[in-house]
């Protein structure tokens, strides 16, 4: 398994909006083949900044499954007006 | 319950032995007051990034009371000569 983390930077005063706008993009990536875990984190110093951090069976599960399905344009469409400038988005492999 | 993001820059011809300094450490972040959970996150895109990811009770169990502790100055005994610049910590409220 590997994550996905997903740094994402909105205006702050649309907060509550985003939140809620990731809250009904969920069940998409929940229900999506290979994704195995999903929360949205919130920085406590950085006012608008977000990881998104999402658990997939591979990078592949992320990248070319989920990126070519239906639910990627469902998420994008629900949350990416809010995007203040692309989200930058890494993987990681746990190793601890 | 929060989280502490670490983004932390090695060498990538030091990656093993970071790792395994990063895993004589964990036991002294795991005894530690206030700390909940520990990951440590490769980069899978980025050579030499990892993400330490420390579950903490709160801000202040991670910046008040582990960084004035022993404990942290064993962390850095173990680690600090790997990082290629200081890491950048910030702090995380779990949303969804």
Same mark, same amino acid.
């Given at each position: 398994?590997?994550? &996905? #983390?997903?740094?994402?930077?909105?205006? =702050? !005063?649309? !907060?509550?909006?985003?939140?809620? $706008?990731?809250?009904? $993009?969920?069940?998409?990536? &929940? !229900?999506?083949? @290979?994704? #195995?875990?999903?929360?949205?984190?919130?920085?406590? &110093? /950085?006012? @608008?900044?977000?990881?998104?951090?999402?658990? %997939?069976?591979? +990078?592949? !599960? *992320?990248?070319?499954?989920?990126? /070519?399905?239906?639910?990627?344009?469902? %998420?994008?469409?629900? +949350?990416g007006g809010f995007? $203040?400038?692309? =989200?930058? +988005?890494? *993987?990681?492999?746990?190793?601890?």
């Amino acid at each position: 398994m590997i994550y &996905e #983390v997903a740094t994402i930077q909105i205006d =702050p !005063a649309l !907060a509550a909006d985003f939140e809620t $706008a990731v809250g009904k $993009a969920r069940p998409y990536f &929940e !229900a999506a083949l @290979g994704c #195995v875990s999903f929360t949205l984190q919130k920085s406590i &110093e /950085n006012t @608008g900044r977000y990881l998104l951090i999402v658990g %997939w069976e591979s +990078v592949e !599960a *992320h990248m070319v499954d989920f990126r /070519n399905s239906e639910s990627f344009q469902i %998420w994008r469409s629900l +949350v990416g007006g809010f995007f $203040a400038s692309p =989200p930058s +988005v890494e *993987h990681t492999l746990t190793i601890i």
